[in-house]
């Protein structure tokens, strides 16, 4: 059964940084792409970075570019979330999420982790 198994959430102060990794078990063929969402309690779930297992082409949403970056080592199935210089609206629940064969929009992705959380403040 395949499976998404996220760490490195935590608490840090603003200015701090990060990583995020998730790890993917069981695929028989692995995602065509996979994402970081995260959710902040009352809001709608964002996606903030993603990755195309074959081209490596990335995507980030405005608030994040320059500071994060999605990469991926395919010979140990993980995707990490670089984040530099956080800002306490970085603070959220981020869920690690994979397509298996579309694209890594929230209506697309098939496969979530449980989430870890990022907490930004002073």
């Known amino acids: 059964q395949e499976q998404l198994v996220e760490s490195g959430g935590g608490s840090v102060q603003p200015g701090g940084s990060l990583t995020l990794s998730c790890a993917a078990f069981?695929?028989?063929?692995?995602?065509?792409?996979m994402a970081w969402f995260r959710q902040v309690p009352g809001k709608e779930r964002e996606r903030v970075a993603a990755?195309?297992?074959?081209?490596?082409?990335?995507v980030y949403t405005d608030s994040v570019k320059g500071r994060f970056t999605i990469s991926q080592d395919n010979a140990k199935n993980t995707v990490y979330l670089r984040m530099n210089d956080l800002k306490p609206e970085d603070t959220a629940m981020y869920s690690c999420?994979?397509?298996?064969?579309?694209?890594?929009?929230?209506?697309?992705?098939?496969?979530w982790g449980q989430g870890t959380q990022v907490t930004v403040s002073s």
């Open positions: 999420a994979a397509a298996r064969v579309g694209s890594c929009t929230q209506g697309e992705v098939e496969d």
């Open positions: 069981g695929y028989i063929s692995q995602p065509n792409c």
């Open positions: 990755i195309y297992r074959r081209s490596h082409k990335t």
